[in-house]
């Protein structure tokens, strides 16, 4: 159980802020519900308390799973399909999972494959999506908030 003002993860929503947590009624079902504040966006989240553990929320990263996740942006391409659609999929499972290094890994590759190749629009789609989810994660992990953590990002796989 989370309490007001823990940091979590939301799968395919990206990291937010237990603001509150409030009952209510829908479809004539009284449901306590977990309010989370993203800070990317300013939206609110509302999560069903008893459906947690189902959906994959967890709790933020530390600063040594910060440091992998860096080492990960900063790694080498893993070899993908060269078929598009292999790819997506592919890809879409690993920002699905909602494991932060899945999700570097799926940046970084994308990111190197866009300065190499170029992106299709569905695949740049996805790089922003999961960029803004390892953002949104790294601004609450850390004191840099989203543009130093964006650059950061750029520079880690750039660097590569």
């Given amino acids: 159980m989370f309490n007001i003002g823990d940091k979590v993860v939301y799968p395919m929503h990206g990291a937010g802020v237990i603001e509150g947590i409030e009952e209510k ?3 004539g ?3 306590k519900y977990y309010v989370m504040k ?6 609110k ?3 069903p308390v008893d459906n947690v553990e189902e959906i994959g929320i967890r709790e933020i990263i530390d600063d040594s799973d910060m440091e992998r996740v860096l080492t990960i942006l900063k790694g080498d391409k893993t070899k993908m399909p060269q078929n598009w ?3 997506y999929r592919i890809n879409m499972e690993k920002i699905k999972s909602g494991d932060i290094f899945e999700i ?3 940046v970084r590759n994308l990111m190197l ?3 190499e190749k170029g992106l299709s629009t569905g695949e740049r789609k996805m790089l922003n999506s999961a960029k803004q989810m390892l953002i949104s994660e790294i601004v609450l992990a850390s004191d840099y908030d989203q543009e130093e953590t964006e650059r950061l990002i750029d520079e880690a796989v750039n660097f590569a």
Avoid at 38 to 43: F, L, R, V
Wanted: hydrophobic letters at 45%; aromatic letters at 0%.
């Fill in 25 to 27: 009624e829908i479809l």
């Fill in 29 to 31: 079902e009284k449901r």
């Fill in 38 to 43: 993203m800070p990317i966006g300013e939206m």
């Fill in 45 to 47: 989240v509302m999560i």
């Fill in 85 to 87: 659609n292999r790819r």
């Fill in 104 to 106: 570097a890994s799926v």
């Fill in 113 to 115: 494959r866009d300065a």
